[in-house]
């Protein structure tokens, strides 16, 4: 049971991702799993954290990156 959510296309709002944190169980338990395959930034490692950075300061608990290089998606 829970919410599942996608975006994609550009920037989400920060009002949208605050309402993702709060389907996903609030700051105390939001898990969140970004997925950048879609982005042409996906393969930069240096920057992967910039995924990952908004969904920490929104308040998640836990923020995941899983990412399926062209390689493995194929």
């Known amino acids: 049971p829970g919410a ?4 994609g296309g550009g920037t989400l709002p920060a009002d949208a991702r605050a309402e993702f944190v709060k389907l996903a169980g609030a700051k105390e338990k939001a898990k969140i799993v970004v997925i950048p395959t879609a982005s042409g930034d996906a393969d930069d490692l240096a920057k992967l954290d ?16 899983v990412h399926a290089s062209k390689g493995t998606a194929d």
């Open 4 to 7: 599942l959510v996608i975006a």
């Open 50 to 65: 910039s995924f990952l950075k908004p969904w920490r300061d929104a308040g998640a608990a836990s923020v995941a990156l």
